[in-house]
């Protein structure tokens, strides 16, 4: 047993960037790698010749298990769903081996796949699995998921335009942190690109829009609206969240919020504020 989990330790990280990326919610990753960790305990361990490959593939078809349900969940949401942002800044590729498939705006893009093409980028873009391990993991033949990371990838990156620097972005956000303040409606628009999106997740629990916001005039007057209530007593930290700049906004020391931006060379593509105080558990 001491050997399994120093094994399982080893992973770990990987297991849960799967997880994370399949699945978009960090508790919900790790209810899930618990799970993994629990039948690992109960295997027969020593006919397992490649435990790392093993517990992958475990972790891989869980999660496409879990997503099925989770998206019968979503159905019923209160308003809009969006990811559960998590901090990266001890790990910024979330246990993987390349940063792709975490950024908040790839990840609500990734909503819209199937579960099996939602596996195949994942394990393949992120992780670096060679097509024909993933072939075993997803039980298909080689060629069949050619097609899914394929289909998957031009998807994910036929629908949005190439995005900034972190830096550019970072300077982005706080602009726009400040415009939104003040409630500088020119300074919004500026920022703005003209197909602009501002998202709001309060599942219910929260007061929050229940539908998304479009284009740069509406998307400026919907957040000079609520500057004078919104704003009251906030302080903002600037971090890393999902690989890329966040604004974390506390009120008297609670995290109230998480703003993550989407920017092009146009300008702010999407704003998304994560106000769900369950999705802020990761982050407080």
């Given at each position: 047993?001491?050997?399994?989990?120093?094994?399982?330790?080893?992973?770990?990280?990987?297991?849960?960037?799967?997880?994370?990326?399949?699945?978009?919610?960090?508790?919900?990753?790790?209810?899930?790698?618990?799970?993994?960790?629990?039948?690992?305990?109960?295997?027969?361990?020593?006919?397992?010749?490649?435990?790392?490959?093993?517990?992958?593939?475990?972790?891989?078809?869980?999660?496409?298990?879990?997503?099925?349900?989770?998206?019968?969940?979503r159905e019923t949401y209160v308003g809009p769903w969006?990811?559960?942002?998590?901090?990266?800044?001890?790990?910024?590729?979330?246990g993987a081996e390349r940063g792709e498939a975490l950024?908040?705006?790839?990840?609500?893009?990734?909503?819209?796949?199937?579960?099996?093409?939602?596996?195949?980028?994942?394990?393949?873009?992120?992780?670096?699995?060679?097509?024909?391990?993933?072939?075993?993991?997803?039980?298909?033949?080689?060629?069949?998921?050619?097609?899914?990371?394929?289909?998957?990838?031009?998807?994910?990156?036929?629908?949005?335009?190439?995005?900034?620097?972190?830096?550019?972005?970072?300077?982005?956000?706080?602009?726009?942190?400040?415009?939104?303040?003040?409630?500088?409606?020119?300074?919004?628009?500026?920022?703005?690109?003209?197909?602009?999106?501002?998202?709001?997740?309060?599942?219910?629990?929260?007061?929050?829009?229940?539908?998304?916001?479009?284009?740069?005039?509406?998307?400026?007057?919907?957040?000079?609206?609520?500057?004078?209530?919104?704003?009251?007593?906030?302080?903002?930290?600037?971090?890393?969240?999902?690989?890329?700049?966040?604004?974390?906004?506390?009120?008297?020391?609670?995290?109230?919020?998480?703003?993550?931006?989407?920017?092009?060379?146009?300008?702010?593509?999407?704003?998304?504020?994560?106000?769900?105080?369950?999705?802020?558990?990761?982050?407080?």
């Amino acid at each position: 047993m001491q050997e399994a989990t120093r094994v399982f330790a080893e992973v770990r990280a990987r297991l849960f960037g799967i997880a994370y990326r399949m699945l978009g919610s960090a508790t919900e990753a790790e209810d899930l790698v618990q799970e993994v960790w629990v039948r690992w305990q109960t295997a027969d361990r020593a006919a397992v010749l490649n435990p790392a490959a093993y517990l992958a593939t475990a972790t891989t078809r869980l999660a496409i298990n879990a997503l099925q349900s989770a998206r019968a969940r979503r159905e019923t949401y209160v308003g809009p769903w969006l990811p559960e942002p998590v901090d990266t800044s001890a790990d910024p590729y979330l246990g993987a081996e390349r940063g792709e498939a975490l950024e908040f705006a790839v990840l609500t893009l990734l909503e819209r796949l199937t579960s099996n093409e939602r596996a195949a980028y994942v394990l393949r873009e992120a992780f670096d699995y060679p097509y024909a391990q993933i072939a075993d993991i997803l039980a298909l033949k080689e060629p069949a998921v050619r097609q899914l990371v394929s289909r998957a990838r031009r998807r994910v990156t036929g629908e949005r335009r190439a995005p900034v620097s972190s830096d550019e972005q970072q300077r982005l956000l706080t602009a726009f942190v400040r415009a939104a303040r003040t409630g500088d409606l020119a300074a919004l628009e500026d920022l703005f690109a003209a197909d602009v999106t501002s998202c709001s997740d309060g599942g219910g629990v929260v007061r929050a829009s229940r539908f998304a916001v479009h284009g740069a005039t509406r998307v400026a007057r919907y957040v000079r609206a609520f500057k004078d209530r919104f704003w009251v007593d906030i302080d903002v930290e600037i971090a890393t969240a999902n690989g890329q700049p966040a604004a974390l906004l506390r009120r008297h020391g609670t995290l109230e919020a998480v703003i993550l931006l989407d920017a092009s060379e146009e300008g702010i593509e999407q704003i998304h504020w994560v106000m769900n105080p369950h999705k802020l558990t990761a982050l407080s």
